[in-house]
């Protein structure tokens, strides 16, 4: 596995700290959506949001996009599950190209903006429909982008995601999420030495106990009702007892190991809008088959496991009778 080390180490040398952590990427595209003469207007059918279905971080953004009816004004296109040499490359398509952008490889966008970009083309990324170019690749605001400024876009009767009067604590809990739990993976799963590895165990899983404590009289993270942070942790949870408990060694517990954690990720996964863009099989595929990824597996024989058994999600979730509003079934499953 000597060269599969060398490709992971190639991949994410320029994210690596010398005690063996590591350190979370710069984006490249950062101008905001909105009314303001520095930024990008909110036109209908004028972007196209790219993601790699194995990636939790563009899972969000396109449950979000999906929840609140966005799915009419801004088109969705995907990579292939792996990396090739120059980055993500739209392998599923016609001639190896994005049907819209006409682009085969991601790192066109980036190129475009930065000809001497060298760092890893991140998904997702919105592009601009007309210039070809990229817009934003800011996986952290792009669904709050989608929750305020596209409002007058929303379908009608969609969820609000980043109620008014929630709000400070919303950004409080999605900054702790980001860095304890989505990412918080990556630093146990990444990891180059046994310290950092330890120091991330147990942060990842300090935060998971926390997480089932806070849920254990809430139905979602905020009380009855799906907010931004819950199409966060989702992606996470999703993919953990599939790849992060095996291939990252995140192996305390599985999240189904936990009462209330694992009956709020099925209850959250049984929104027909979030299933449709889950993707269990993917998820193995892409953490056990890509070359970058693979000697963390270990899995020089190219094998993608056949357990666990997802067929469990389809169980009852058993957190109705936390809710209060009698409405809340009707709004998170209509």
């Known amino acids: ?177 980001f860095h304890r739990v989505n990412n918080g993976v990556y630093d146990l799963g990444f990891a180059r030495t046994q310290k950092a590895y330890d120091t991330a165990y147990d942060k990842l899983f300090e935060a998971l106990d926390y997480l089932e404590h806070r849920l254990e009289d809430n139905r979602f993270l905020f009380g009855d009702y799906i907010t931004d942070s819950d199409i966060r942790l989702y992606p996470t949870l999703a993919r953990f007892d599939v790849v992060y408990y095996q291939v990252f060694r995140a192996n305390r517990n599985r999240i189904r190991d936990y009462k209330n954690l694992w009956g709020y990720a099925k209850d959250l996964y049984q929104v027909p809008d979030i299933k449709e863009s889950t993707y269990f099989e993917a998820y193995k595929k892409h953490y056990q088959l890509s070359p970058h990824l693979r000697p963390l597996w270990g899995n020089q024989y190219a094998l993608v496991a056949k357990g666990p058994d997802n067929s469990v999600w389809e169980e009852e979730a058993g957190r109705e009778h936390l809710s209060k509003s009698p409405a809340q079934k009707f709004l998170i499953h209509a």
């Not at 953004?61 to 990396?83: C, H, M, N, P, Y």
């Open 1 to 177: 596995m000597a060269e599969g080390i060398e490709v992971f180490e190639n991949t994410f040398r320029h994210q690596m700290n010398e005690n063996g952590s590591m350190q979370i990427q710069e984006n490249l595209f950062l101008k905001k959506f909105g009314n303001g003469p520095d930024e990008w207007p909110v036109e209908k059918n004028r972007y196209r949001l790219l993601w790699m279905p194995a990636c939790p971080h563009a899972h969000k953004v396109v449950i979000a996009r999906k929840l609140l009816g966005l799915d009419s004004v801004i088109s969705l296109g995907a990579t292939g599950l792996f990396r090739e040499k120059d980055g993500w490359v739209f392998s599923e398509d016609k001639d190896g190209l994005d049907p819209v952008l006409k682009i085969h490889y991601l790192k066109e966008l980036y190129t475009r903006e930065d000809p001497d970009y060298k760092k890893r083309p991140t998904v997702p990324i919105i592009a601009d429909e007309k210039t070809k170019k990229g817009v934003n690749n800011d996986h952290f605001w792009i669904p709050i982008y989608l929750e305020t400024v596209w409002k007058p876009f929303h379908k009608k009767n969609a969820p609000d995601l980043y109620p008014l009067e929630f709000r400070e604590e919303i950004d409080k809990m999605n900054t702790f999420i």
